[in-house]
């Protein structure tokens, strides 16, 4: 995952970047933040974070103080199966427990969309733009 800060059209400086190259562990690290409201938390497992339990949504956030214009980047290593998946990564988020900041949205056998953005006041998901076309 990287985070990158800077004005619109200017060049871009990387401020984070994790490949999460550590041990299995129950805790993703020292720089990510659990405990939103209603999600639980994430794990590494073979150098891949995913949900501690698997029936889980999940939010972690970075515990790093950033500046106002970011944008994420991730590749997510598997995004397959037959059951609803979303995969978010958040900018602008608030610390935990409130639910509130943008979200970009992968989805996979959602039917109506397969990615969109959306911001979320206190828990409450008001989508921005959707799109169904990415296979």
Wanted: glycine share 10%; charged share 15%.
């Amino acid at each position: 995952m990287l985070l990158f800060t800077g004005a619109l059209g200017a060049v871009r400086d990387a401020v984070f970047s994790d490949a999460f190259p550590r041990p299995d562990s129950t805790d993703v690290g020292t720089w990510w933040d659990a405990g939103y409201s209603g999600l639980g938390s994430s794990s590494i497992v073979g150098q891949r974070v995913r949900a501690t339990a698997l029936a889980d949504g999940t939010n972690e956030t970075l515990t790093v103080s950033l500046p106002n214009n970011q944008y994420a980047q991730a590749t997510l290593a598997t995004f397959t199966g037959t059951i609803l998946l979303y995969f978010v990564l958040h900018v602008r988020f608030a610390a935990p427990t409130a639910n509130t900041g943008y979200g970009c949205v992968a989805a996979r056998n959602d039917g109506a969309k397969t990615s969109y953005i959306a911001r979320n006041d206190a828990g409450v998901e008001n989508i921005l733009v959707t799109e169904n076309a990415t296979t």
